[in-house]
């Protein structure tokens, strides 16, 4: 089951919502490139459902952008056959780093800044469970 975390900025009014983990729809590979939106992405799915030996980790995740702070709240896919293999990876919106995936913890002040004032540091509450 998936967490959703509420996210308030210290020092501003910033707040977010994200989602991290493992939901419903991801419990197959089909599942998941049915509701994929990326056509390139959908295809390498269709790829690996297609190999028998495929094997698959598929989760909600926050990444963060090392240079900019930026936030994205995506899909993390890793999938491997005995021929091939692919690993998600986001680029920042805001500046094309490449993001970095960030474990979240309930209540604790991460060492993420906020993304409206630069200078806050975000806190992430739990508040429910999805899937
Ligand atoms: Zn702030
Ligand atoms: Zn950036």
Not at 52 to 58: G, M, W
Request: aromatic share 12%; net charge neutral.
């Amino acid at each position: 089951m998936g967490e959703a975390y509420k996210l308030d900025c210290d020092t501003c009014t910033y707040t977010g919502n994200i989602f991290v983990g493992f939901g419903f729809a991801y419990m197959s590979l089909k599942s998941i490139a049915s509701f994929v939106q990326d056509a390139a992405l959908k295809r390498r799915i269709e790829e690996f459902i297609g190999n028998p030996s495929t094997r698959y980790d598929a989760y909600n995740a926050l990444y963060v952008c090392p240079a900019c702070q930026a936030m994205r709240n995506e899909l993390f896919i890793e999938m491997k056959s005995d021929s091939s293999q692919y690993r998600s990876s986001y680029a920042c919106p805001r500046c094309t780093s490449v993001m970095e995936k960030k474990h979240i913890e309930n209540n604790a002040l991460h060492h993420l800044s906020c993304p409206a004032c630069e200078k806050g540091k975000l806190k992430a509450t739990f508040y429910m469970d999805w899937d």
